[in-house]
Structure formats: C-alpha cells, structure tokens
C-alpha cells in the first residue's frame, strides 16, 4: 500500500508517520500493494482527527475518527476500516469487476454477518419543483434537516445541499463523467 500523508494544524512526525503506516499496515491484506491510503492528520482545539480515505475501482473506503490523542485516533480508524471491508465485503466486491484492487484472499474469503445489515424501513415520496441552491438551503433550515434533495432550477439536475460544520452549507451535483 502507498501512504499519502498529510497534516492540518499538526507536523506529521515521524512517530506519526511511522504509527500510520503500522496501524494501517494491516490493512494490507485487503489491498493490492499499488493501492493509495490518503490520511490526513488535523488538531482542532483539543480535537485530534485522523481522517482516512482508500479508493478502489469504483468505491471509496473512508473513515475519520477524533478523540484526544492521535495514537487513540489512529488505533481507532484501523478497526473502523477493518470491520467496515467485513460487513461490506459483498457489497463493496461486484463480482463482475472481479474484485480489482483487492487480495484475492479477501474476495475468496467469507465472513460472517453481524447482524447490522442495513434495512430500509421507510420510504418518503415528494413532488420535485425547480429551486435554487440558495433557496434549497433555505428549505433545509425551515423543515429542520441536515440536507436537502432539489432539482436545481440553473442545471435541471437533481442536487442535494448539506448542512457543514460552521454554519457552511455545501452543493452535491451529479457527475456522470
């Protein structure tokens, strides 16, 4: 696996960088050699934040995890990581793209469900009318919720505006590129 580094607020020592690449290590039997793990370190006040990002032939494994220690973060992420490709292993693995990116003995193997199986257990249908996306965060703040789904009025695709950290708000459009 490849490591890309990288710090916000923080030097990336080299007892980080040599805890990252231990911790994330084993994650190695997963993944081919060429595959990229992006990590970035941040510190926010006495916020120690490890985000995590491997992408993988049409997925993207991700994780971030903060507490008040990087080494605890960083121990943290790894399991996260781990038990996310276990649960998701026939999810994230497409038969048909022959699990590219991966070991073979991680495609090969089976594991066993832990009872977390994802369930959708309601459905809400609504009547899509062109807005902006100003005016979708509007929206959003009036019923109360953390995101918006709108048919953006300028491109006539469907948009979805999130609400961020620091009262930002941001845009999600489709890419079909």
Same mark, same amino acid.
């Given at each position: /696996?490849?490591?890309?580094?990288? *710090?916000?607020?923080?030097?990336? +020592?080299?007892? @980080?960088? &040599?805890a990252? !690449?231990?911790? @994330? *290590?084993?994650?190695e039997r997963y993944f081919t050699s060429d595959t990229e793990v992006i990590v970035t370190l941040s510190v926010e006040k006495e916020r120690q &934040? $490890?985000?995590? +990002?491997i992408p993988v032939k049409g997925n993207i494994i991700r994780?971030?995890?903060?507490?008040?220690? /990087? %080494?605890?973060?960083i121990d943290l992420v790894e !399991?996260? $990581?781990?038990?996310?490709?276990?649960? %998701?292993?026939?999810?994230? $693995?497409?038969?048909?793209?022959s699990g590219t990116g991966f070991q073979p003995e991680f495609v090969e193997q089976d594991y066993e469900d832990d009872g977390n199986e994802i369930k959708?257990?309601? +459905? &809400? &249908?609504?009547?899509?009318?062109? /807005? %902006?996306?100003e005016d979708a965060c509007v929206q959003m703040e009036l019923l109360g919720h953390n995101f918006f789904v709108?048919?953006?009025?300028? +491109? !006539?695709?469907? =948009?979805?505006? %999130?609400?961020?950290? *620091? =009262?930002?708000?941001?845009?999600?459009e489709p890419d079909f590129g």
């Open positions: /696996m490849k490591f890309v580094i990288s *710090g916000k607020n923080i030097d990336v +020592t080299e007892g @980080l960088r &040599k990252v !690449e231990d911790k @994330l *290590g084993k994650l &934040k $490890i985000e995590v +990002t994780s971030e995890q903060v507490s008040s220690d /990087m %080494y605890v973060s !399991e996260i $990581i781990e038990r996310q490709l276990r649960k %998701y292993k026939n999810k994230i $693995i497409d038969k048909k793209q959708i257990i309601r +459905t &809400k &249908k609504f009547g899509f009318k062109p /807005m %902006y996306p709108f048919l953006n009025a300028e +491109t !006539e695709e469907v =948009n979805v505006v %999130y609400k961020r950290k *620091g =009262n930002t708000y941001g845009l999600i």
